[in-house]
Structure formats: C-alpha cells, structure tokens
C-alpha cells in the first residue's frame, strides 16, 4: 500500500515540479524529478528483490497448509503448498541481502527420498510470527 501511495505522490510531484520556475535548494526542478525518480526506482527494485508476500499458514487437521502470494500490486499469482503433517521432513529459513530478505524452504517425505518446494518469501512476517511458524513447523519434525 504504501508503494501505491508513494508512486501517486512521486506523479503528482512530478506533474506539479512544472509550475515552478526558481531552483529549490539549487537543484533544477529537472533535476529533482530525476533524484526522486531514481530514489523511486531503488525502493521498488529493493520491494521486489525482497520477495514480500501476503502470508497464510494453518496446521488444522492433518495437513500443514500455506498460502501465499507477492504484495505487488500488478502480481496476482496465488500459491499454496499442502503438505501432511507426518510428511514434513525439515524445514530451512534462510536470509540474505543483509538480512532484509527471509524465505522458508519446505522439505517433505517422498517415497523413501526428500523433496524441496521451492523458496517461500517470508519477509513480510515480523520477528513474533516468524518464532510462531518456527514454533509450529518444529512441532511435526520426527526425529
């Protein structure tokens, strides 16, 4: 949400900047509109590369189910992983980019092997609700 409104007031700043005539702080009005067009892009580059997803886990009956799909405005894919409680093999939550991008990989139990699911963005989660999954998903690790 806050992408959409900072991308309304960039445009509206932008279609403003021509009325103005003087320099402000002795940068050209073109100037400005190519600084905050450029800040602009870096916030959105670094909003994507973060992987943000609307987050959903259930571990009601006898399946873990996730459901989860990217924040971006124009990305409306949907995904979902199910997996059976007895079948969760392990889990990994790994970070990068300094820590600003987290994702959970799912391991699960396939006919005598295991299988990844691909990363899973979980960066949206704050710190409690990331120890809750870390909590829940520890619960059906057989050892």
Do not use: C
Not at 2 to 11: N, P, R
Not at 101 to 119: F, M
Request: charged letters at 20%.
């Amino acid at each position: 949400m806050i992408l959409v409104i900072v991308t309304v007031v960039l445009l509206v700043g932008i279609m403003v900047s021509g009325w103005f005539e003087k320099d402000v702080f002795g940068i050209s009005k073109y100037q400005w509109v190519i600084l905050v067009t450029l800040v602009y892009l870096v916030l959105v580059t670094t909003s994507r590369l973060r992987q943000l997803n609307y987050f959903y886990f259930s571990d009601e009956g006898d399946k873990i189910l996730i459901r989860y799909y990217p924040i971006h405005p124009l990305v409306q894919k949907k995904k979902a992983v199910q997996i059976p409680k007895i079948g969760l093999a392990g889990y990994e939550i790994k970070s990068s980019m300094l820590g600003l991008k987290k994702v959970l990989i799912l391991q699960q139990k396939v006919k005598g092997s295991v299988a990844k699911y691909p990363p899973i963005g979980i960066t949206s989660l704050n710190r409690k609700e990331s120890d809750l999954l870390t909590k829940q998903l520890n619960k059906y690790l057989r050892p």
